[in-house]
Structures are given as structure tokens and as C-alpha cells.
């Protein structure tokens, strides 16, 4: 079966500019995460999606990030204005439900210059 | 709040060897999983192992074991005959049934030397 797809791989981008990332998860996966994981340390998470509802968003910085799950499959992550310290992979995954095993993308290095 | 903590940054081990990577958390849930992800070098995240907390037996695939001990909230993992393709950040991840939310310790970097 088709993994976890994300998009784009690699961006850079200026301070106060904004950027989207997309995340296809696997077919019939009803829980989908976004991550962010700074160089060095563990994947944060920033939000969950239960099919197209959010289970928890309790360390999304809502000033400026956001996100999207349309008709609860495809994902968007945006960050609106972007800063330094947003440098970071963004991950995706996807499971069946909680508790299932959860299969990541291979991400999207963002470099925030 | 649920919490993952794992307080070895980094190990090394030899090729053939056994190492243990050690995990802590914390919860007042009773029921809860508990997983053990690798990722190589710029490649993506894989799951190593799984335990469910309601299974008193430990999980075992292949070469990796963990040793569950509920009582402690301890999750240590065991790579036997470890291999060079064994280098990698490992982290240990905890879903609770309550809150559902996927959470990461901050990861072991492990080095297999030839």
C-alpha cells in the first residue's frame, strides 16, 4: 500500500513570509497527526485529527500556525507569518485509530532564514 | 499530563552486542500503549515495537524485546545482535485510551561500531 505522502520535501523561506505543507495519509487511516521535530529532539505534536474533527491542538501556536483536514482525508499545515525559530521537520503520519501504529511521511525540512 | 522521558542521549554498542534503551513515563490511565520508533538518518520514522499495557507479556519482534514493567511505568527496549543498520535515533511513544494524543520522549541516538 501507498505510504504517507507530504509535500513539498525541502523549503526556505524569509521571516514574515508564510508556507503551507500537505500531507495525503494512507487510505482509510482515521487519525492523522502533524509533528514538528527540531533538529536533535523528539517529534512535538501540534495537532491530531480524528477523520476531519481535532482531537487536540494544545501546542499549536494558533497566532500563526494552522490547520486543515478536508473531508477528512488530505491535511494543510501553514505557518502565517513564518519566524526563526519555526526552522524544524514537519512530520505527518497517519493510523487507523489510537493505539494503532502510526506510519510517518519522510517530511518536510523547513528553513526559516 | 501524560510524559515520556528517556535519559540516555546517546549510547554506543558493538556490533553483536546487546543494548538496552531505557524509557520512563507517566500517566494515571489504566489503559494505554506504549511503542518504540526508530529513524535512521535522514530517512523517515519507522515502528519497532508495540505493547499494549493491558498484556502482561512482553513484546518481541525478531531482535527487539521490551521489558514492560507496569508498576514502574518502565518501557525498556533490548536489541540483540545489533547490527550497523541498527544506527539511529529511538524513541519511545505512549498513547493514552483517555487523551489520545501520541506522545515522544526526546530520543536516544544509538551507534552501532563495526
Known amino acids: 500500500e501507498a505510504g504517507v505522502a507530504q509535500s513539498p520535501r525541502y523549503k526556505i523561506i524569509e521571516k514574515r513570509q508564510s508556507v503551507a505543507f500537505w500531507c495525503n495519509p494512507i487510505s482509510g487511516h482515521a487519525t492523522l497527526y502533524w509533528y514538528q521535530q527540531i533538529l536533535g529532539q523528539g517529534p512535538k505534536l501540534l495537532i491530531q485529527f480524528q477523520n476531519n474533527g481535532v482531537v487536540d491542538d494544545s501546542q499549536l501556536p494558533k497566532d500563526r500556525f494552522s490547520a486543515e483536514r478536508l473531508k477528512g482525508v488530505d491535511s494543510t499545515l501553514k505557518i502565517q507569518p513564518a519566524k526563526l525559530e519555526d526552522s524544524a521537520v514537519y512530520l505527518c503520519?497517519?493510523?487507523w485509530g489510537p493505539g494503532a501504529e502510526a506510519f510517518f511521511g519522510q517530511g518536510t525540512r523547513l528553513t526559516v532564514v | 499530563a501524560q510524559t515520556v522521558t528517556q535519559s540516555q542521549p546517546e549510547m554506543s554498542v558493538q556490533e553483536a552486542e546487546t543494548v538496552t534503551l531505557s524509557c520512563t513515563y507517566d500517566?494515571?490511565?489504566?489503559?494505554?500503549?506504549l511503542f518504540w520508533y526508530k529513524q535512521p538518518p535522514s530517512r523517515q520514522m519507522i515502528l519497532v515495537i508495540r505493547?499494549?499495557?493491558?498484556?502482561?507479556q512482553n513484546a518481541t519482534e525478531n531482535r527487539f524485546s521490551v521489558n514492560f514493567q507496569k508498576a514502574a511505568k518502565s518501557f525498556s527496549l533490548k536489541i540483540s545482535d545489533s547490527q550497523l543498520g541498527d544506527t539511529a535515533m529511538y524513541f519511545c511513544?505512549?498513547?493514552?485510551?483517555?487523551?489520545?494524543?501520541?506522545?515522544f520522549g526526546k530520543g536516544t541516538k544509538l551507534t552501532v561500531n563495526p
Open positions: 503520519a497517519s493510523s
Open positions: 511513544a505512549f498513547i493514552a485510551g483517555g487523551s489520545e494524543k501520541l506522545v
Open positions: 500517566t494515571s490511565e489504566n489503559n494505554y500503549y
Open positions: 505493547q499494549e499495557a493491558y498484556k502482561q
